[in-house]
């Protein structure tokens, strides 16, 4: 690792981006950055252009010496790099607004990760991320891809079975239970460990060790009373089941709503669809007033709208995740990672997110004990339509896909499922390039 | 064993017993029975005297010396018996129609054995199987005791799990699937083994070993070609997704159409509920119609109409049972028994359904080789399902319930399945007194 | 498979063939052979041609018609087999006893199966063994190949793991343990099932189903007081300790004195190598004498002395394994396959020695229930000795040699097993051409 | 946990126990240690004595204020304790001699924690440390048990299964190793992460990360090259098998030489035994010397000599544990804890000795990635071996000895065993009164 750093951010253009310079900033004292590379697409490029200005004139404010680069040259980008922040989004906002309407179309629960929107995704987005890392393998061997893009799981699984690029996946879920758990039970970040396990969106605090004692429950009762600063902003806010949380003796996360409470999100994004917009509808807008902030020549910090966005804390759990790679901090992060025995009963090779000590040689999984019986067999579950998923994005397998989405409990199966999967793939054909074979003529003698 | 055997029916007046009495008599040169006892309730009392001398009439036609008795007297009947079929109904067909029609009402699958029909079905059926099965440890505790009564495999597994006894579950629909096979390959019975596995109405036909070849691909050809005689009648027909099949290597049983095309089955279900009625309901009007046939004094032999009832074969393999453990046969049969090892990743302990050698020692099941991953992380999400849901029975668990039921996935999650578990134990408390406190004003403290 | 039956015997000069011989002729009526093809190596021609002519005195003096063919070419004879059985000995006794006497002079159990003599059997036999399948997957792609060339778990798992060949191992010691246990408890031949499971040599037996009952207590405590039938007689008879046996559950077979007693066993091989002689010694002075008797020409029957040879039953087991599997008579035999789940533990793709019910398509292995801790870690380490043996012999891999070697309970290490083990090597390198590499220059820079 | 400690030493009397005092001084700006208090019994109350006036010594030239305690009263000492340190030896060292000796009369490897001696130290250990146990649950039901009596693995498990009382374990070997690769690479204490996995006295280093890169490699090359400080001085130095090591790729402990070059240790322990004493025999003589020198007026630090004594860095390692656990400083140590999957393939509930983050609520482990198939299977076989040894030495339960004892590669089996399995007992028998049913009339009937 060179003494300054070169860091490289894919999809630069995102409106997120003002967090990452300001974690950059905020932690430019052990994380030594000389260079700032934003990539960005022909698409984004007005985007990409707002942003870089908006992160000079934070970084003169600052009045440090990190060089901001823009290209939509990716290649040139990534030489030499240290590390690489995967954050685009493949089909940009319109393909998340898609995938909603598609699922919703068909009775399905329409979200950017879960159910048949976040296969979607994971097909759009795997092919982009594996020719990004082929790349790497060439330009930056040794650089730590840190990829924050969703579905982050399956697009970290997807490198580690792939490339032999060194990968972490991030999100901001476990963060923002973490911050929410401080809040709780009134202690200052790094003074508990909050330990969790399970999948990306998918994921359970096991334990809140703090002076000694165990937590958990008393910030069980806090959430069963209503009092729930866990759960971030893009989740409706509905009650748990509270025996069930308790029986269970862990916290799940937001996401664990459309699972245990399938029926009730729903309906909200069923009216929410009807109303407002979709959440990505709802997004597009709020990113287009961001980007009308952004270019305000007089602004050179974070402008305090960013935090509705709902992906707040990302960007800085990924200047944390950079610092502590880089210094050797060991602190507890939640990350995505291969597996090797962390959670038993899976896979050795497939991805999982659980806490681990950061070290300059990546993260060490602290160990996860045994799950209660249900909660592994919907981990495993959801393990598989994973695979499966990551298996259809690379191979273009459709008969993956399908296996993979019947195990998914938020998906609905038979005729509807075919055609939801028929008009997914036709409307991003432009981004799958994978299942194109299903639309030429010899489809059935080639899969 | 004696040598003239005691044979009682619990639930004697069930319309399938003229199938048993057939099966009795077409087996009676090896399975030498002295007595058949039919059992039933004050409800059935009317029924089961029409099918006792309807049996009589078979009887004596056929020639033989099987004395015939009728009581409301279970212990009586149960005094030193030899084998004990269990086949009756809790809450008659008015419960099986009730569990349709509250699932329905809340959009779920309503079914007497899966979904949240099966559940409802467990929670009555299980506590009377387990008194009946008490009572047969002190006055035969060496009987055998065949199950038939649905649902099969968590009944059986609660047998097992909670009581002395030695319990074999049977269905028919591994039956259906191997006299259909037989058809298909042009095989008289016994000349091939068909090998399932799986839980009960949720297998798989896994090898179809006939004259040195496994024929398995020939009939999930002809299947695939829409020539599938290997589903129950009350399971309506659609097709197969063909890829998924192929892809698979495995013939699921006719009930995995609920999982695969849940949808179809859903909206057809929804269709006859509107129309004919319900499967209880069609079922309900055609056990009046057979009764008229039954009461008929001419009549002395199991009557055309039964084998539209959709429990055909069921009474049959249930004596041919009997006769390959009388007599030590070594057939292949295919029952529901403890796993212990026979599929890889299921507890010791539970309940599946596995071709199995029949002996006088009962039950010894083939090795079943290891399922591909998909399909057995179903199986075991399942198995936690019917394990929960058989705690919950047993002990009154409101939580184990619903623990269970989220599961799955063919249940609804979040507020309506609270109201429609509300709505399944308040409408069947006189057959659910485990459930009893939640109806108390101290239901809070005791569970 | 062929209405009349080429059945090739590669090693036709072992004197245990006339036991083959007269187990064809005993079912002649149902494995209709119309050419058994004797092969055996030039060193064994003398010996081939002794057996041919009793063999045709046997045939003619039963009257049936069967033609018996010698040869050296090996392809001719595998030319369209139906059956191929494998009885070679590679190095013939004087491997054995080489085998042995190095053992012995380093301190360690001597035997042709167990511990360092087991290892460098395998690893004389191994490579002979998969050429012979090589040339069947060209000749008679669809013949079974029956082994019991020895050591027969770790043979069998070779042709399992690197050839296409349908392959079952077999061995003689179940075969005895259930005549002694037919003795013992009074019932005839296949009126009781007997199920063993565990590894080649290293059998329990876990149930003896007879009447209803399993007699598997009655059977051991006649064991433990001192009637014992079961161990063959190869294995010196000293007393199991008892309270282990009880307390286990289950009938170890005689090897395992090898290990529950090494050190009794050990002094019991040194005196006969002082005295008598090692068993290899013994043995090949009684086949000089065997082959005397057989030359003699008004000799038309097994002679009884054959009895005292030590491996009765062997021949007669793979004539009754070549019925069944022609017939399709699902009997119940013990052999070796693939374990594919049968014993829990145990990788899916290793070959395990379990009943099976034997089927014109091979064994379906009966499941076996989970064995006690202490007994299932012990079966692990020795297939872990057996994979990396079996590895060891195929890729001359001397590293993979000694991980096994290590872990083996009667193999001594350090210092002793490098010298064990090199000279074990070089007086065998005739037949362990894998291994050349190590007595080259270049040796360092090959492994 | 209170502001001001009271430490307790059970076995204060130890030789080793200044080096705890020191470890004690050098902490005790973070380990507020208000009273120390040397436990110790009637045979031990001189020496117990001696080692108290040294303490107060070390203490007041330090300056600090730490009253130091001595009694013979354990339940006095334990009442209100914060740390239980255990290092009392059931039997002094004449049991450990009685142990060496009665090893190799039967022809096997005499030691302290492993093969048959280290049954009989469990035996004589565990019933006290429950004792103590039982008192602590009363007296001080929150204070943390560090054990590193040995066998301190087995110890452990025993506290870990059959107490409620928080217990953690501790061997020197892993600080040794830690010592020895930071001298090879070159690091400072902390600099580095060392991951160690396996069981007490059978472990192996998985990862040394150290600057982003692993050196595991590095390390193991100087090793091979005989450059060893990584060995305890009283295990002797042989050479390792080199192509194993590179072979594994992990470094393993001084003690896997006891298995992995069985022969060359017990010949050199033969040779120890008829020429300078056992290891037993050479620490009572060198204990003699200790005391002497401890018992000087003038000597107020550690002398250096108590280096020599094999144990050293083990009272070290417990005051750095008990400075963690006080201060959470979530330090990498490596400990004797339950396993809950950290180890893939063990029991949740046995102790395995992992490489575990301290926190105030105690070890959290670092996962561990599987490890290669025959080390697993060694793992595995000890474990059983281990978890029956307690079993017998909690229960009295012979036949459980016995089947753990047959499982251990370095115990020999046959009568012998059965021989010194008696003589074991019966000279032991003032410590292990769970046996003495052995050796009373009734002994058949009990047991």
Redesign the interface.
Known sequence: ?NNKLKVVVIGGGSSYTPELIEGLLHRYHELPVAELWLVDIEDGKEKVKIIAELAQRMIKRKGVNIDVKVTLDRRLALENADFVCSQFRAGCLDGRIRDERISLKY?MIGQETNGLGGFANACRTIPITLEICKEMEELCPDAWLLNFTNPSGMVTEAVLKYTNIKAIGLCNVPVIMEKGIAQLIGAGEGEF?M?VAGLNHMIWVR?I?H????KLNMVMDEILNGNDPLVPSNIPPFDW?K??L???GMIPCGYLRY???????MKQEQAEADGEGTRGEVVKAMEKRLFDIYKNPDLAEKPKELEQRGGQYYSDAACELMAS?YN?K?T?MHVNTRN???I?GLP?DCAVE?SS?I???GP???????FP??TL??I??MK?FE??TVEAAVEGD??AA???L??N?IV???????EALQETVQENLDYMPQFRWMFTSDSVSNH
């Open positions: 690792m009775g460990i330990q334990k060790l002076q000694g004692t165990d089941p025996d069930l308790k029986d269970m699972y245990y409470i399938s029926d009730d999100i790679i050797d060991r507890v090797h025995g962390a038993s050795d659980v000590v070290t300059k040689s060490l999984p602290l160990n996860v004990e045994p019986e249900d067999r919907l495993q579950l598989t695979t499966l459709l008969v399908k296996r993979g019947i195990l409990p609905n199966t038979g005729t509807i499922l075919d």
